[in-house]
C-alpha cells in the first residue's frame, strides 16, 4: 500500500541549528515525492519537489530509494522556519492522488 | 489568475444541517481533490477528480458528495453535517507541472 510516514510530530530546535525532518514511504514503482509546508493557519504552500533537486529558503530534500526516504534538511534554522512540514507522494498508480504524511511541527527558538 | 479559491472561509453548522463548500481554480488543471486537516492526522483525501464528469473517492469519503460539472469547480457537499466533520478543509488542484496547488482553507464547524 502507497504510505507516507512523518516520524516526528513535533521538532524543535534553536535558531542556528542544523535540522533534518524524516520522511519515509512506501510506493510500488517509481515515486514522486514533495514536502509541503504550512505557516500558522495559512494554506499549504510547495517548498520542494524532488525532480527539481532545487534548494528553497535553505531547504534541500535527496530521494533516497535505497532507504524509501526523502528527508528534509536546514543547515542552520531560523525562527522564520517555525510551521508544519508535510511530506506527500505522488500515486499516478492511484489516478493521481496526493498521499500525505501526518506532518511534523518545526519549532526554532531564539 | 487568482489560483485555487475557497469559499467560505468559516462556517458554523448544526448538526444536521447540509452545505456546499465551493471550490473554483483558473488554471485549467485536469486534477482536483478535497482534502480534511485535523491535528495529529495530516491531511486526509475525502474526494478527487481526474476530470471534468469524473470523481472518485477517497480515504475519507462518507458523508460528503462532489461532482465536477465543469473543469474549473469541484463543490463540497456535506449531506448531514455531524459534528465529526468538523475540520479544516482544502481544495487543490494540480496540472502537468505535477504539483498541487492548495486553496486557502475552510474552517467548519458543526455545533
Known amino acids: 500500500a502507497q504510505r507516507v510516514t512523518q516520524p516526528e510530530k513535533l521538532l524543535s530546535v534553536f535558531k542556528g541549528a542544523p535540522v533534518e525532518l524524516k520522511c519515509n514511504y512506501s510506493y510500488s514503482g517509481s515515486p514522486e515525492l514533495f514536502w509541503y509546508v504550512q505557516y500558522s493557519r495559512q494554506r499549504l504552500q510547495l517548498l520542494l519537489r524532488?525532480?527539481s533537486r532545487e534548494s528553497i529558503k535553505g531547504f534541500t530534500a535527496d530521494l533516497n530509494k535505497g532507504e524509501t526516504s526523502f528527508h528534509l534538511k536546514k543547515p542552520f534554522a531560523q525562527e522564520e522556519d517555525s510551521a508544519m512540514y508535510y511530506c506527500?507522494?505522488?500515486?499516478?498508480?492511484?489516478?493521481?492522488?496526493?498521499?500525505f504524511g501526518q506532518g511534523t511541527e518545526l519549532s526554532v527558538k531564539p | 489568475n487568482a489560483g485555487v479559491t475557497q469559499t467560505p472561509k468559516f462556517q458554523v453548522l448544526k448538526t444536521g444541517q447540509s452545505m456546499t463548500l465551493q471550490c473554483a481554480q483558473d488554471m485549467n488543471h485536469e486534477y482536483m481533490s478535497w482534502y480534511r486537516q485535523d491535528p495529529g492526522m495530516g491531511l486526509r483525501l475525502i474526494h478527487y477528480s481526474v476530470g471534468a464528469g469524473i470523481t472518485d473517492q477517497g480515504e475519507v469519503p462518507n458523508g460528503y458528495n462532489v461532482s465536477r460539472s465543469t473543469t474549473e469547480d469541484f463543490p463540497l457537499r456535506l449531506l448531514s453535517a455531524a459534528p465529526s466533520q468538523t475540520s479544516v478543509y482544502f481544495c487543490?488542484?494540480?496540472?502537468?507541472?505535477?504539483?498541487?496547488?492548495f486553496g486557502s482553507g475552510t474552517r467548519l464547524t458543526v455545533v
Open positions: 506527500a507522494l505522488l500515486a499516478y498508480n492511484q489516478g493521481g492522488k496526493l498521499i
Open positions: 524532488h525532480i
Open positions: 487543490a488542484s494540480r496540472g502537468t507541472e505535477k504539483g498541487y496547488t
